[in-house]
């Protein structure tokens, strides 16, 4: 029995894209080929890589295809009665340990490689939890804390200004008040001032009057001196009559004694002297009374213009002290006025520093609020990419652990044929996936499909905010 095989060498290869989150690597593929007569099998293997594309914050998944071959393995036997050539399996043995070895060595570097990626994706991990902890601090605690202390500062300055508010129209309405009353008192003022005008005026006439009375009191006085020099001068001349007359009844008594025949004088001189005496004693009487009605009369115009000089200079002197009263009245209102209208401008100013001293609060808060938004945004925008690069390397550590996992099978399968070759003669068919084997006697085909899932999450942002996050599960079978 002659037996003769031929061996190709495996070659595998890896590849690895970084940017835009994209990730894709190659399988391994070997291929053995065995000569020989009687059947002939082959085994096809095909798997997918996805690569990821970022694009407005939306992921989207492309797949390529990888495939590698292994050609048919034929082996053939010869009769039952020929020998097995133990050389040309023994080269078959050296070249598929020398392969094996330099898989090993691959599979150790993989290894290592897949033990960095390991650890740079739990260190991504690790900093993905920290920033979704700080994002759900800072969605949590910090702008409603911003936004309470902001509305109560609000609320503070609201209740001041309108505190302020209120002050500011009471002091304007006792400022209209104490308008509203200087300007009465300026109107009583006046008032004041026009019977002042008016009792000086009223003064003036009596002063005038009172001039009149006393011209006319000093006329009567000066009649009245007259008169009593007339008087006297009556009394003197009627005293000489009296005394001529007293000599002449004399010298007529002397006569009447003398002579008793002539009239009777005396009797004439008595009616003349009562006559006269009755006239004077008329006069004097008219004269006295005439004079002590008019004495009388000047004495009650005098009283009359000295009582009205009296209550005049009392009205004047009152009035002069309500205008000294109503001046100092007037001062301290026009003093009150000023302090009220220096306090309503200083209590302006400090509304308006103070408004101003608010609003660049206001303004820092809405500056500080709007970065803390654009920081959010920020964070998010990071969770967004660290989530886009977890997610491409979940795919790219899905698809190493495929590739491990059919090399493993590939190595196993490898072993127990290399032994079974050993022992007896026969050519086996390694592949990635599967195998397929035939003999003369038994044709048998077993097919091995492997089942990969992916899952896609797509996240949605706004304005620094998420709007909406869908999950999506795909299985591919291979």
């Given at each position: 029995?002659?037996?003769?095989?031929?061996?190709?060498?495996?070659?595998?290869?890896?590849?690895?894209?970084?940017?835009?989150?994209?990730?894709?690597?190659?399988?391994?593929?070997?291929?053995?080929?065995?000569?020989?007569?009687?059947?002939?099998?082959?085994?096809?293997?095909?798997?997918?890589?996805?690569?990821?594309?970022?694009?407005?914050?939306?992921?989207?998944?492309?797949?390529?295809?990888?495939?590698?071959?292994?050609?048919?393995?034929?082996?053939?036997?010869?009769?039952?009665?020929?020998?097995?050539?133990?050389?040309?399996?023994?080269?078959?043995?050296?070249?598929?340990?020398?392969?094996?070895?330099?898989?090993?060595?691959?599979?150790?570097?993989?290894?290592?490689?897949?033990?960095?990626?390991?650890?740079?994706?739990?260190?991504?991990?690790?900093?993905?939890?920290?920033?979704?902890?700080?994002?759900?601090?800072?969605?949590?605690?910090?702008?409603?804390?911003?936004?309470?202390?902001?509305?109560?500062?609000?609320?503070?300055?609201?209740?001041?200004?309108?505190?302020?508010?209120?002050?500011?129209?009471?002091?304007?309405?006792?400022?209209?008040?104490?308008?509203?009353?200087?300007?009465?008192?300026?109107?009583?003022?006046?008032?004041?001032?026009?019977?002042?005008?008016?009792?000086?005026?009223?003064?003036?006439?009596?002063?005038?009057?009172?001039?009149?009375?006393?011209?006319?009191?000093?006329?009567?006085?000066?009649?009245?001196?007259?008169?009593?020099?007339?008087?006297?001068?009556l009394k003197k001349i009627h005293e000489e009559e009296i005394h001529e007359l007293t000599s002449q009844m004399q010298e007529t008594s002397v006569q009447v004694q003398m002579d008793m025949s002539k009239p009777d004088l005396t009797v004439a001189l008595r009616d003349i002297r009562m006559q006269y005496e009755g006239i004077a004693a008329k006069n004097i009487s008219e004269a006295e009374d005439w004079y002590k009605s008019k004495v009388s009369d000047l004495n009650q115009a005098v009283n009359k213009n000295n009582d009205a000089l009296r209550q005049a200079k009392q009205e004047s002197m009152e009035f002069r002290h309500q205008i000294q009263s109503y001046t100092c009245e007037i001062d301290s209102l026009k003093g009150t006025n000023e302090s009220l209208l220096r306090q309503m401008r200083e209590m302006e100013d400090r509304l308006g520093n103070e408004a101003g001293g608010y609003q660049d609060s206001v303004t820092r808060l809405e500056a500080e609020i709007a970065k803390m938004k654009d920081e959010m945004a920020r964070h998010l925008r990071e969770y967004q990419d660290l989530l886009n690069v977890k997610m491409a390397l979940d795919i790219e550590i899905a698809t190493y652990r495929k590739l491990l996992e059919g090399e493993e099978s590939r190595i196993t399968v490898s072993g127990s044929k290399s032994s079974h070759s050993g022992s007896h003669s026969a050519a086996s068919l390694y592949s990635t996936v599967g195998f397929r084997e035939t003999s003369p006697d038994v044709g048998r085909s077993a097919e091995v499909h492997s089942k990969k899932t992916v899952l896609i999450k797509t996240i949605e942002t706004r304005d620094g905010e998420v709007v909406s996050e869908s999950t999506q599960h795909q299985q591919d079978i291979m």
């Amino acid at each position: 029995m002659s037996f003769s095989s031929q061996s190709a060498q495996s070659a595998s290869s890896y590849r690895r894209t970084f940017g835009s989150g994209i990730g894709s690597t190659s399988g391994m593929s070997s291929m053995f080929s065995h000569g020989g007569r009687g059947s002939s099998g082959s085994a096809h293997m095909s798997s997918r890589v996805y690569e990821m594309t970022k694009s407005s914050a939306r992921p989207s998944y492309s797949s390529g295809s990888i495939r590698s071959s292994s050609g048919g393995a034929m082996r053939s036997y010869a009769g039952m009665g020929e020998k097995l050539d133990f050389n040309l399996a023994d080269a078959t043995n050296r070249d598929f340990l020398d392969t094996r070895t330099n898989e090993k060595a691959e599979l150790q570097h993989l290894n290592d490689r897949f033990a960095s990626y390991i650890e740079k994706v739990r260190f991504l991990e690790q900093q993905n939890a920290t920033l979704v902890v700080e994002i759900e601090r800072l969605r949590g605690h910090e702008p409603t804390r911003v936004a309470e202390m902001y509305e109560e500062e609000m609320r503070e300055l609201r209740r001041q200004v309108d505190g302020m508010s209120n002050d500011r129209a009471r002091m304007e309405v006792e400022r209209d008040n104490l308008a509203d009353d200087l300007q009465k008192l300026k109107l009583r003022l006046q008032e004041e001032i026009h019977q002042r005008e008016e009792a000086e005026n009223n003064l003036s006439a009596f002063r005038a009057d009172v001039d009149s009375a006393t011209l006319a009191r000093l006329d009567l006085e000066r009649r009245i001196e007259s008169l009593q020099e007339e008087i006297t001068f009556l009394k003197k001349i009627h005293e000489e009559e009296i005394h001529e007359l007293t000599s002449q009844m004399q010298e007529t008594s002397v006569q009447v004694q003398m002579d008793m025949s002539k009239p009777d004088l005396t009797v004439a001189l008595r009616d003349i002297r009562m006559q006269y005496e009755g006239i004077a004693a008329k006069n004097i009487s008219e004269a006295e009374d005439w004079y002590k009605s008019k004495v009388s009369d000047l004495n009650q115009a005098v009283n009359k213009n000295n009582d009205a000089l009296r209550q005049a200079k009392q009205e004047s002197m009152e009035f002069r002290h309500q205008i000294q009263s109503y001046t100092c009245e007037i001062d301290s209102l026009k003093g009150t006025n000023e302090s009220l209208l220096r306090q309503m401008r200083e209590m302006e100013d400090r509304l308006g520093n103070e408004a101003g001293g608010y609003q660049d609060s206001v303004t820092r808060l809405e500056a500080e609020i709007a970065k803390m938004k654009d920081e959010m945004a920020r964070h998010l925008r990071e969770y967004q990419d660290l989530l886009n690069v977890k997610m491409a390397l979940d795919i790219e550590i899905a698809t190493y652990r495929k590739l491990l996992e059919g090399e493993e099978s590939r190595i196993t399968v490898s072993g127990s044929k290399s032994s079974h070759s050993g022992s007896h003669s026969a050519a086996s068919l390694y592949s990635t996936v599967g195998f397929r084997e035939t003999s003369p006697d038994v044709g048998r085909s077993a097919e091995v499909h492997s089942k990969k899932t992916v899952l896609i999450k797509t996240i949605e942002t706004r304005d620094g905010e998420v709007v909406s996050e869908s999950t999506q599960h795909q299985q591919d079978i291979m």
